[in-house]
């Protein structure tokens, strides 16, 4: 049986939403100008698809058709986790998105399923490194 959990593999998915198209996503990934991703859920080091502050993780860039597109290491810089409703503005833009109820849109995009305000999400916030 298969023990491994995301903190063997871990990884940062990214993917098309109605808030951000798969062009734009791609552009910005490809001058490595996302620094930061909301996550739902406290995605500390404790819970299986945690983040470990300081480890290096493969970041993919999915297409509309599912289709892995790009991918690049990063380093895990920092987790912060606050209810939706307390994030800012500030907060969220290095993920690029331009306020809370956008991103409340897109979290409830791809859990399928509404977001409430009181929900805990996270912001994985890292640094690319540098291809030798």
């Known amino acids: 049986m298969d023990q491994s959990n995301h903190h063997d593999q871990p990884e940062l998915w990214f993917r098309p939403s109605p808030a951000m198209s798969f062009s734009a996503l791609l552009s910005l990934f490809e001058v490595e100008e996302i620094t930061a991703?909301?996550?739902?859920?406290?995605?500390?080091a404790m819970h299986p698809k945690?983040?470990?502050l300081g480890t290096v993780v493969t970041a993919r860039l999915?297409?509309?058709?599912?289709q892995?597109?790009?991918h690049k290491k990063v380093y895990i810089d920092r987790v912060t986790s606050k209810l939706l409703r307390d994030i800012t503005g500030f907060e969220l833009k290095e993920t690029r998105y331009r306020s809370a109820s956008l991103l409340q849109e897109?979290?409830?995009?791809?859990?399928?399923r509404s977001v409430a305000l009181d929900e805990v999400v996270s912001i994985v916030e890292f640094s690319y490194l540098t291809q030798l």
């Open 68 to 70: 892995e597109r790009i």
């Open 106 to 112: 897109d979290l409830s995009f791809f859990e399928g």
């Open 62 to 66: 999915f297409d509309e058709n599912r």
């Open 50 to 52: 945690g983040y470990v």
């Open 37 to 44: 991703t909301p996550r739902l859920g406290k995605r500390d």
